[in-house]
Every structure is written in C-alpha cells, then in structure tokens.
C-alpha cells in the first residue's frame, strides 16, 4: 500500500449493484478519492454507471479519475472494496446467503490477488464475518489487511436512535454493537458513553426514559435491515455512507476506533482464528490492533454465543 502520500488515493470497487455504487455517490461527494475504479461481472454497467458519475464531477468537491476496469487495475489500488454476491431476499437472514456467496467471493479474490495487488481489502457483501474470513483465507493476505464492514452500521443506526431517544447530538454518542452483523449481534451497554458520562447514569436524569427503553432500540437496530428491506427490497445508502467512514479513517491513516469485521486471534477470550464485529483501530496498515473492551458477564456470554455460532458454520466450511 501507498503511504509515501496519502493525497493520492486509488480505490476499486468490486460490484456496482446498489450497495457499491451507493458507496461510489458517497465516495464523489465527498472527495474522498482522486482515482475510482469500477469492476463488474457485467463489463457494460460498470461503464454505465462510470459515466453517469463522470457527469457530475463538475459538481464534485475534487477532481477523481472515474472510469471501469478490470482486475489489473487491483494492482496498484490502496483499498479494494468487494461489495459483488447475490442480493439478500425478504425474509432471508444473512446467513442463509452464505452458500451462494462464498464461491463468488474466493473467485473474486483470486483475481485480485493475481493482478499483484498489495493494499487492504475491504468486504461488505453478506454474510460479512463469513465471507470476510472466506476472502482472508482465499487471499494469503495478513488478516490486519483483510477487514469486514462489520457492526459498523449497526452501531450507526444505533448512535442514531439513542441521540433521537435523549435528543443529544449523535456525534456525542459512544456505543457499539459487537459479534455478528446479524442475529446474534448485541450492545456493549458497559462501555456506552454520552460524551465522558455512562449512558445509563444520562437517562437516570431524563424523565420518562428507562433502560428498558435502550433495549427496545437495540431491537429495533437489530432488525433495521429486514424492516428496511420490508419496504424497498434492499439497503444500500447507509451502508456507502459507512464504507466511506471507513476508506476515510485508512487512507488519512487516522487510527480511529471502529466496531468492523476484524480477526480475533486472542484478544477477547472467545473462540480464536474468526472474524467478528469488534472494535479496531483503524489506520493505513489497516487494523492496527483490535481494542479490548472490559465486558460484563452477559456481554461476554452473547460476545461468545455469536463466535461460537460463527465458528461452527465455517466449520462446516471446505477451506
């Protein structure tokens, strides 16, 4: 990966179905890149969707070199973002998509790989902590290089409802939801903070509020995804606003905490060698180490209850 100078930035993305191209929009919005490059198992939509975002570069915060490509281009990428599998049905949870993901991904990866890429890749297709551990193994990569979205949107939404809930700036709000993005995900209400005050100590002082009322979010939270899918089929524009969170905090090498798909390879006493939604430090080497929160005891149960639940799927896996 580049680090001689972080201004200059090469990101490919892998997949322009809603959910990469939603994090394409957000990419030019923000400036966040001078290089895209857009790669997709159908060669014409990748040059579609190019142009169509070429054509408001006049409006853009920057000048970004838009354009599709191939695998090659994964050469010389910083970040690649694999966001390409088949979309999740009503009804369906992540983890039934696993099947009919993970081939998609290992060949995906292999491609990367051949092109002589060195950067960080980065995975959002679901289900993210199985087939970040799918791409990882296919790719030989350190597992500091290979990152999963994770619980990242998860604890966005998440951030979101709370300072709804308290009418507090969301910006103010300091909570994670760690394991699985998905069933099994839970709050670290022990660690969850409004500015340098525990969240539970701030709703003691507002009336009508109770902690019951903070679990009842988190289900909320939990189910977001299938509510939105419920009503338009799919979601795609918190998620590119979240994949740009997490470009932004590698490639300005800010070494910023965020809950993502990470390795656990013995920091938190569950079982090893999985990817789960944990906290990390971001920076451009990728995960500079993961954080150790101090769990209660049921946080360390339902932080071991998901892993547990992981592990044995990839288990079943043929690696």
Not at 39 to 49: Q, V
Request: hydrophobic share 40%; net charge neutral.
């Amino acid at each position: 990966m580049r680090t001689d100078n972080i201004t200059k930035s090469k990101i490919v993305i892998i997949g322009t179905g809603m959910v990469g191209m939603s994090y394409a929009y957000s990419l030019l919005n923000q400036g966040t890149v001078n290089e895209l490059v857009l790669i997709d198992l159908h060669k014409e939509r990748a040059e579609g969707e190019a142009m169509d975002l070429n054509h408001g570069m006049s409006f853009a915060p920057r000048k970004m070199k838009i354009y599709a490509g191939e695998y090659d281009d994964c050469a010389d990428a910083d970040i690649v973002v694999i966001t390409a599998g088949v979309s999740q049905k009503e009804g369906e949870t992540r983890i039934d998509l696993l099947n009919r993901n993970a081939a998609i991904m290992r060949n995906v990866v292999a491609q990367i790989i051949k092109s002589g890429f060195h950067g960080i890749i980065l995975v959002a297709s679901n289900p993210v902590d199985i087939l970040t551990y799918v791409a990882w193994k296919a790719s030989g990569l350190p597992s500091s290089r290979v990152i999963g979205s994770g619980t990242s949107l998860d604890t966005a939404r998440l951030r979101f409802e709370i300072a709804q809930k308290i009418n507090i700036s969301v910006k103010n709000i300091h909570a994670y939801i760690m394991g699985e993005h998905g069933d099994s995900e839970f709050v670290c209400w022990s660690n969850a903070y409004v500015g340098a005050k525990p969240l539970v100590d701030v709703i003691e002082t507002i009336k009508n509020i109770e902690f019951k009322d903070l679990e009842a979010i988190h289900n909320s939270v939990k189910n977001a995804a299938y509510e939105i899918i419920r009503r338009k089929k799919a979601t795609y524009y918190g998620i590119g606003m979240t994949l740009v969170s997490l470009t932004s905090a590698i490639l300005n090498d800010e070494n910023r905490i965020i809950p993502i798909s990470a390795y656990n390879g013995g920091t938190y006493d569950i079982v090893n060698d999985l990817y789960i939604g944990l906290p990390a430090i971001l920076n451009a080497t990728g995960v500079d180490h993961v954080v150790r929160l101090k769990l209660n005891g049921k946080e360390q149960k339902q932080l071991d209850d998901s892993a547990t639940m992981l592990r044995k799927i990839l288990d079943q896996m043929d690696f």
